[in-house]
């Protein structure tokens, strides 16, 4: 089973405040993403790598930051927060691009 | 511009009836359409796909239609029960890009 973890379930940040997010894949996928999901609007993507060291700005792209160290390690960076960036995030894995992706369970995060 | 849309923000349907959800895209590229399905508090997990040489794809309770030339897809639940109240969410890519662009999704409510 594949399985994607995220390292908080909810978070709660101050405008201003740096912020990571993490995301790890135990099933040697080469492609990793991050979404975020608000009420309306779906899920949209924010980042992807598809290798080691390598990002792909998404849709939604500004505000935001990513970091690929490992090949099973997806982190996703707010540099500072912004009461904007309140939202669902999703982080999702495949074994190629236009695959079937495997989600975490998410994260919460409120900026007050 | 959203390039794939479900029009229909919510769905209420008895236990053990037909539950339909519908997609739009307008992207002719996308050559795969996937549906998820999301709890809440859960991350997306994955329902059903079908490949654009495919005009149906059935998978228990669960069968998804493509329409190609009407670039419409939807999704058929058979018998509808209590436990698939939840998010759907639609979601194609195409071969070039590989993203997977998500619709907003359909709330469906199955009432006992």
């Known amino acids: 089973d594949v399985k994607v973890t995220q390292s908080s379930r909810y978070l709660v940040k101050r405008t201003g405040e740096k912020v990571f997010l993490e995301c790890v894949q135990d099933?040697?996928?080469?492609?990793m993403f991050w979404y975020r999901q608000d009420p309306g609007l779906g899920l949209r993507l924010i980042y992807f790598s598809y290798d080691v060291k390598m990002k792909e700005k998404g849709d939604i792209p500004e505000g935001y930051s990513v970091s690929r160290e490992k090949k099973e390690r997806f982190s996703l960076i707010l540099e500072s927060a912004s009461t904007n960036q309140t939202s669902m995030y999703l982080c999702?894995?495949?074994?190629?691009?236009?695959?079937?992706?495997?989600f975490g369970p998410g994260t919460r995060l409120t900026v007050l | 511009d959203q390039q794939v849309k479900q029009n229909s923000p919510s769905l209420s349907v008895q236990e053990g009836r037909i539950s339909i959800l519908n997609c739009d895209y307008t992207?002719?590229?996308?050559?795969?359409f996937l549906w998820y399905k999301k709890y809440p508090a859960e991350g997306p997990t994955f329902l059903i796909s079908i490949s654009s040489i495919k005009d149906k794809n059935e998978d228990g309770r669960f069968t998804v239609f493509l329409n190609k030339s009407a670039k419409h897809l939807s999704l058929h639940i058979v018998p509808s029960q209590p436990g698939d109240s939840a998010v759907y969410f639609c979601?194609?890519?195409?071969?070039?890009?590989?993203?997977?662009?998500f619709g907003q999704g359909t709330t469906l409510q199955v009432k006992p």
């Open positions: 099933m040697d996928h080469e492609n």
């Open positions: 992207n002719s590229m996308f050559d795969y």
């Open positions: 999702a894995s495949s074994l190629g691009l236009g695959n079937e992706q495997f």
């Open positions: 979601a194609a890519s195409s071969s070039d890009t590989g993203k997977l662009i």
